[in-house]
C-alpha cells in the first residue's frame, strides 16, 4: 500500500507496522531522511539490529536467542518477486529496499502497492502544501514565531528537495527571534530579490528578449529545476484563484512591488486557458518523475509555451 513520506515525517505517532518498506521516487534527500525515520523508529521500539544484504533472493532468517528482530537494508531489486516477498514477511524483520524510480523496478512497486503488509514510500520534490506542514511542525517544535513576510518567503523561496529545506530551516535558529526579520533571513540564507522567478514578470516581452533573459539567468540544470519550480508556484496562484480579488490575497507579501504584473498576467486567464495550463504542467511532471534534471533546453521551451497560453 502507498505511504505518504511527509506522514511519516511529521506524525510522531505514525506506526512502523509493514514487513516491506518501498522506498522510491527521485528525490534523494528526502529517500534518505524516510529511511533513517523508518530505522530509527523501529529501532526505538525493538530490540533490532541493522543488517545491510545484498538481495533477498533465496533469503533464510536466522534467529538469535536474545535477538529477535533484526532491519535488513537491502542493496539491490534483484531476486524480488511474489514467491520472495511471501518468504520474507513470514520472517520476524523488517526489510527496507531504497531504489530511485526506473522501468526495472515498475512491476516491484506494483506488488508492494497491491500488499497490505508492504509500504510503497514514493519521494518527490515538496509541493508548497508540503512545505507548509513541514514549516508549521518545525516552528512548532522550535516554540518560534515568524512574522508572515518571514513564513512566506521560506514556503516560495527554499528549495524544494527536502534535505535542502530542512538544512535552510535549521540555519534560521542561528537567530534570535527577535532578529527573525525578512532583510536578515535573506541575508543568512543567501536569498536573492533578483532571481530566477522574475522571468515570469516579463511574458509579455518578445521572445528574443525572453530567450536572452532566460539564458542570462539560467545556465545549469539545478537552475532549471528551481526556475520550474518558481513558475508553478505562479502558475498554480492563478489556477486555484477563482477571483481577482481571491488572487491579489494570495500574492506573497515580498512581490508587492510586482503585483500590478502580476494581475496584468492573471486577467489574461479564463477557465479554458487554465485548463491548458494544468496540462502543461502535468507533462511537465511526468517528465521530472521520470528524470528529476530537466534540461536547459526544455525549461526554455516550458516558458515560452507558458508565454504562448498566456497571451493567445
Known amino acids: 500500500?502507498?505511504?505518504?513520506?511527509?506522514?511519516?515525517?511529521?506524525?510522531?505517532?505514525?506506526?512502523?507496522?509493514?514487513?516491506?518498506?518501498?522506498?522510491?521516487?527521485?528525490?534523494?534527500?528526502?529517500?534518505?531522511?524516510?529511511?533513517?525515520?523508518?530505522?530509527?523508529?523501529?529501532?526505538?521500539?525493538?530490540?533490532?539490529?541493522?543488517?545491510?544484504?545484498?538481495?533477498?533472493?533465496?533469503?533464510?532468517?536466522?534467529?538469535?536467542?536474545?535477538?529477535?528482530?533484526?532491519?535488513?537494508?537491502?542493496?539491490?531489486?534483484?531476486?524480488?518477486?511474489?514467491?520472495?516477498?511471501?518468504?520474507?514477511?513470514?520472517?520476524?524483520?523488517?526489510?527496507?529496499?531504497?531504489?530511485?524510480?526506473?522501468?526495472?523496478?515498475?512491476?516491484?512497486?506494483?506488488?508492494?502497492?497491491?500488499?497490505?503488509?508492504?509500504?510503497?514510500?514514493?519521494?518527490?520534490?515538496?509541493?508548497?502544501?508540503?512545505?507548509i506542514k513541514v514549516l508549521k511542525k518545525f516552528l512548532s517544535d522550535k516554540n518560534l514565531d515568524i512574522s508572515q513576510d518571514v513564513y512566506w518567503l521560506l514556503i516560495d523561496k527554499l528549495d524544494s528537495r527536502y534535505g535542502f529545506f530542512e538544512n535552510s530551516l535549521n540555519q534560521i535558529i542561528e537567530l534570535d527571534e527577535e532578529d527573525l526579520t525578512l532583510n536578515n533571513v535573506k541575508r543568512l540564507l543567501t536569498i536573492s530579490d533578483t532571481g530566477k522567478e522574475k522571468i515570469f514578470l516579463n511574458l509579455f516581452k518578445k521572445n528574443k528578449d525572453i530567450v536572452d533573459l532566460y539564458r542570462n539567468k539560467i545556465v545549469t540544470n539545478t537552475d532549471v529545476n528551481e526556475f520550474y519550480f518558481y513558475i508553478k508556484f505562479f502558475c498554480q496562484l492563478i489556477i486555484e484563484s477563482k477571483s481577482e480579488d481571491e488572487y491579489i490575497k494570495k500574492i506573497p507579501t515580498y512581490l508587492f512591488k510586482e503585483k500590478h504584473r502580476l494581475i496584468e498576467i492573471f486577467r489574461k486567464y479564463n477557465l479554458k486557458k487554465k485548463k491548458l495550463l494544468i496540462r502543461l504542467l502535468s507533462s511537465t511532471e511526468n517528465i521530472l518523475r521520470k528524470d528529476s534534471n530537466l534540461s536547459l533546453v526544455f525549461g526554455l521551451r516550458f516558458l515560452l509555451n507558458i508565454k504562448k497560453i498566456t497571451i493567445s
Open 1 to 131: 500500500m502507498k505511504i505518504e513520506p511527509i506522514s511519516i515525517l511529521l506524525n510522531e505517532n505514525f506506526r512502523i507496522d509493514k514487513k516491506i518498506y518501498f522506498i522510491s521516487g527521485n528525490e534523494k534527500t528526502l529517500m534518505h531522511k524516510i529511511k533513517a525515520v523508518i530505522v530509527g523508529k523501529y529501532q526505538k521500539n525493538k530490540n533490532a539490529k541493522i543488517t545491510n544484504i545484498d538481495d533477498i533472493k533465496g533469503f533464510v532468517e536466522e534467529v538469535g536467542l536474545f535477538e529477535d528482530h533484526k532491519i535488513f537494508l537491502v542493496n539491490k531489486c534483484k531476486g524480488v518477486d511474489e514467491k520472495n516477498l511471501e518468504n520474507i514477511k513470514n520472517s520476524h524483520s523488517v526489510f527496507i529496499f531504497v531504489d530511485e524510480n526506473s522501468q526495472k523496478i515498475k512491476k516491484i512497486k506494483s506488488l508492494i502497492n497491491k500488499d497490505r503488509d508492504s509500504g510503497l514510500i514514493d519521494c518527490y520534490e515538496l509541493e508548497r502544501e508540503s512545505k
